[in-house]
Structures are given as structure tokens and as C-alpha cells.
């Protein structure tokens, strides 16, 4: 009973979907009320998809080069922000006095949003990646610090008082009790910070840059070919997805079952 | 507040004012004379800058101007978006025929990072106001119907039976049990959500404007004027805080009634 209603609903979602898809497809590829200069077709979309893997015109690469040169910057930038982020925020939940000293910098820092921060790298560093890079780690560090700081800040007193009664000396009760406490909150904040990290690299290849998904997107605009803006998006939110995928993944093998 | 507790604050601001002091003397004295001085301005030039650009005009309008346009922008974008939102979140999250219908574009779209819409939003409406006002709509409206339809699927089922059980009908359960038991999840989304129509409003005017905060920072790049992107800088984190206090101060005040108020 219950089985057949769950069928039921999917079979609204199929013809749901099915429904938009013709739709955007008779407006756009069969009748052409919506000129493709504006909305390209499905059609459209997906031949220029499969051309610009081997194609590149007119924005000088192909989609895998333009997304390699993004996912370098993108994962680059968010590698040291984790690899500094991450410890900082431990450190600073687990040593009060080095809590009192950083957080007001820290303080200050946050509220400012990672992009915002495009301008001034690129007068410091000029247009190429490591000004990129940069900026990625500002928006990646923050969320990384507030995830792990917060996660910390969540274990239990009395959890740490039965280390302290077998014996345990400070480094263990952190090592041992505090982090594995902190693990689903670290793990949500390195997924916020994939997410941040990777809408930053888009603004900042919108606003200046040679290569990349974000360039192509922008470059496609001046050329009028929102076909290539579509697929570049569909490329964003996809990469982006299977990203977000893949820390879910972690999580399956780090935390089993949540017995934390 | 007993003596100790007294202390510790006291120790923590002055901690506080320790380093925040260092940064400044560091900033002052890594600026002053050295190659890095010649790109990047120190910290009282910058400060200086930032308030008297109260009355003196970058561009267009003074900064009080420009932030007043960045935040209109928001505020209406981000009404629409809310009201819609919560609409589209709490009907998806308690019939599931709608949910059925809407959820597969809403997970399609909801991956693509708002500023990354920008192109084409150029292409369908110009390069006025409106561009503005869809990107931030886009970047409030999926988190706030993701928080929605999270409340409304996560409502007690006591709840519901109990006033199955008295006679109520579908419109009165979703009207008095659904709505304000999702009103803490709701407002979880309406923070993150005014926290990245923030951020999106400084995008869209970095690509392309001539007004507000976003605009003041990137024609500060381009005339390669650092203090001014800093005194831009200043503005968007100044605002970003106050909306983030103002959120959660307003959160408190509605939802008093939930224990612990998150």
C-alpha cells in the first residue's frame, strides 16, 4: 500500500519534470516563440555541450581544460584553508587563553564575505591564480574555524572528566574525546567551505581571469551564446554537487551510525 | 556575577584590545615606509577614509549612499523571496503531490551558486535593477525553502493526530500545527539566506553597476585605489554584522517560546 503510493508520487515527479522539458522544448527548438539569443533549446544545449568537449571557440579552451583550470584554483585555495582553518579552530576552542587573543581578529574577519576580498588580491597579486587561490582560503578558513571552534566547544564536561579520572593527560583528552566530539560539526563546516569556496572561484573568474568555467560563462555573455552559459552552469552546479557528494561519502565512513 | 566571573570578562576584553591593538600597530608599521606601504594604505588613512567619506562622495553618492542602495536592493529582493519561499517550502514539505511536482527543479537548481546565474540574467533583463533583485532572490529563495520544507516535514505526528482526532481539517492543522512549528526552522533559513543576499548583492554590483557597496570596491580596483576597496571592505562588514544581529535578535523575540531559542 504504502509502496504504491511512493511509486505514485515518483510517477508525478517523472511527469512533472517531463512536462518543463517539453515545454522548454516547444517554445524554444520546435516553435521558436523564444529566440535561442535568449533561451536556447534542450537541442541547443545539449549539441553545444558535446561540441565544446573537443570545440574551443570561441572562448580559447574546452570545457574539461576550462574546468580543470577552476578545480585547480578551487581546490587549492580550499586545501590550505582547511589544512590552517581547522587546527585554528581546535586550538582556539581547546585553549581559552589563545581563544581570548584570536577571536576578536577573527571577529572581525567574519562578517566580511569571502568575495568581497577579490578586489583587494587582485591589486596585491595581480589577475593570476595564486590572488584566486587567495581569496578561496579567506572564505574557506572562516568556515572552517567556525565549524571546528563550535564542534569542540560541544563536548561534554562529563565525557572530560572520566578521561581526567583514568588518567588522561591533556593532549589525550583532546585527541582522543574532543575531536571525535567535533567530527560531525568539522565535517559540516568542510562542506560548507567546498560550497563557499567553489561560488567564490565562480565570482572571481566573472570578475577577472583568462581561464576557467567562471571566464567561459562571462566570455559566453559578450558573444551572445547563452547556449554556452547554460551548459557552463549546468557544469557548475554538477561539479559542484558531486563536490558536496563526496564529503557526504566521508561522513558515511567517518562517522558510523553517529555513535560519537 | 561573582568576582571571578567579573575578572575573566575583564581579562578578555583586555585580550582583546591587546591584539586588536597589535594588528593595528602591525598593520601601521608594515605599511609605513616599506615596499608593501606603496600598494596598501595604513590603517588610520584607511579609518580616516571611512568616515570621511560620510559626506565626501565616492563616484556617485557618499558611502551611507552607496550602502543605502546595496541594502534596498536586498530588502526587496529578499521580501519577495522569503514570502515565497516559506510559501513554496511549507506546502512542498506537508502535500506531497506538490512536493512531487516541484521537488526535481528545485533540485536541479538549487546546486548552481546564485552568482553564477549572472550571465544570463544580464542577457534576460538588461543591466538594470532587476538583474539585481533576481540573483539575490535566487540566492535567499533556496535557502528558505530548503528551511521550510525542512520544518514541515520534521512536525511532530502527535501533534497532528491529536487535532486529527478533535475534528480540525486540513487547512486548520496546516494554519495553527504546521506553520508555527516550523517558524525556528524558517528562521534558521531566513538568517543563512540574508547572510548570502548579502554577499550576492556585492557580487552583482561587482560585475556590473554603478551604484552601492559592491561597486565602490571594485572601482576602487580599477583606479587601483586600495584605500578606497578598504574603506569599501569596512562597509560590507559593518552591515553584514548589524543584519546578523538584527536576525538573531528578532529570532529571539519570536521564538521565545522554544527552549534554548536557536
Known amino acids: 500500500m504504502k509502496n504504491e503510493g511512493k511509486s505514485r508520487y515518483l510517477a508525478l515527479s517523472v511527469l512533472s519534470l517531463s512536462v518543463g522539458i517539453i515545454a522548454w522544448w516547444f517554445f524554444t527548438d520546435f516553435l521558436k516563440t523564444i529566440p535561442a539569443i535568449v533561451m536556447p533549446g534542450p537541442v ?22 576550462h574546468l580543470q583550470s577552476s578545480l585547480t584554483v578551487a581546490l587549492s585555495g580550499y586545501a590550505i584553508g582547511v589544512l590552517i582553518g581547522i587546527p585554528l579552530g581546535i586550538l582556539m576552542a581547546w585553549y581559552n587563553k589563545l581563544d581570548m587573543f584570536i577571536r576578536p581578529l577573527f571577529d572581525l574577519l567574519r562578517p566580511i564575505p569571502g568575495l568581497a576580498w577579490i578586489p583587494v588580491m587582485i591589486v596585491l597579486f595581480g589577475i593570476g591564480i595564486f590572488s584566486k587561490a587567495m581569496v578561496i582560503f579567506l572564505s574557506v578558513f572562516v ?43 568539522l565535517l559540516t563546516g568542510l562542506r560548507v567551505a567546498l560550497g563557499a569556496a567553489w561560488t567564490t572561484l565562480i565570482a572571481a573568474e566573472l570578475l577577472a581571469s583568462t581561464r576557467g568555467v ?47 | ?128 535593477e532587476m538583474t539585481v533583485y533576481f540573483l539575490i532572490f535566487l540566492a535567499a529563495f533556496s535557502n528558505v525553502t530548503m528551511n521550510a520544507y525542512a520544518g514541515a516535514k520534521a512536525v511532530d505526528p502527535t501533534l497532528v493526530g491529536a487535532a486529527k482526532m478533535l475534528g480540525a481539517n486540513d487547512r486548520q492543522i496546516f494554519l495553527t500545527i504546521v506553520l508555527p512549528s516550523s517558524v525556528p526552522y524558517i528562521f534558521a533559513g531566513l538568517q543563512i539566506a540574508l547572510s548570502s543576499s548579502w554577499a550576492t548583492v556585492v557580487a552583482a554590483e561587482m560585475v556590473r553597476s554603478s551604484r552601492g557597496i559592491g561597486w565602490v570596491i571594485i572601482s576602487g580596483m580599477e583606479l587601483n585605489n586600495m584605500t578606497q576597496i578598504l574603506v569599501g571592505i569596512i562597509g560590507i562588514g559593518l552591515i553584514g554584522f548589524l543584519l546578523a544581529v538584527l536576525m538573531r535578535n528578532i529570532e529571539a523575540r519570536l521564538i521565545s517560546w522554544k527552549e534554548g531559542g536557536q
Open chain 1, 44 to 65: 541547443k544545449v545539449f549539441q553545444t555541450f558535446a561540441k565544446k568537449l573537443f570545440d574551443t571557440t570561441p572562448d580559447g579552451a574546452t570545457l574539461l581544460q
Open chain 1, 143 to 185: 568556515a572552517c574555524v567556525i565549524n571546528s571552534y563550535s564542534g569542540i566547544k560541544q563536548t561534554k564536561a562529563v565525557h572530560l572528566w572520566v578521561g581526567q579520572t583514568f588518567g588522561a593527560s591533556n593532549f589525550e583528552l583532546l585527541w582522543r574525546i574532543a575531536i571525535p566530539t567535533s567530527l560531525p560539526m
Open chain 1, 214 to 260: 567562471g571566464f567561459m560563462i562571462q566570455q559566453s555573455r559578450g558573444l551572445f551564446r547563452p547556449d554556452i552559459i547554460i551548459v557552463g552552469m549546468i557544469t557548475i552546479g554538477g561539479v559542484g554537487a558531486l563536490l558536496a557528494k563526496l564529503i557526504t561519502l566521508l561522513e558515511k565512513i567517518l562517522l558510523k551510525g553517529g555513535r560519537w
Open chain 2, 1 to 128: 556575577m561573582d568576582r571571578q566571573q567579573t575578572n575573566q570578562t575583564l581579562k578578555r576584553i583586555a585580550a582583546g584590545a591587546f591584539s586588536i591593538a597589535a594588528f593595528i600597530l602591525l598593520w601601521h608599521f608594515g605599511t609605513k615606509g616599506t615596499d608593501l606601504g606603496k600598494l596598501m594604505p595604513g590603517p588610520f588613512q584607511v579609518i580616516g577614509q571611512f568616515f570621511r567619506s560620510f559626506v565626501k562622495k565616492i563616484g556617485p553618492e557618499t558611502v551611507l549612499g552607496h550602502i543605502a542602495w546595496s541594502l534596498s536592493r536586498v530588502l526587496i529582493a529578499f521580501s519577495v523571496a522569503s514570502v515565497a519561499g516559506v510559501t513554496l517550502g511549507l506546502t512542498m514539505g506537508w502535500y506531497r503531490k506538490v512536493e512531487a511536482i516541484f521537488r526535481p527543479y528545485f533540485e536541479m537548481i538549487r546546486p548552481i551558486p546564485p552568482i553564477a546565474w549572472i550571465p544570463m540574467a544580464i542577457i534576460w533583463f538588461g543591466l538594470g
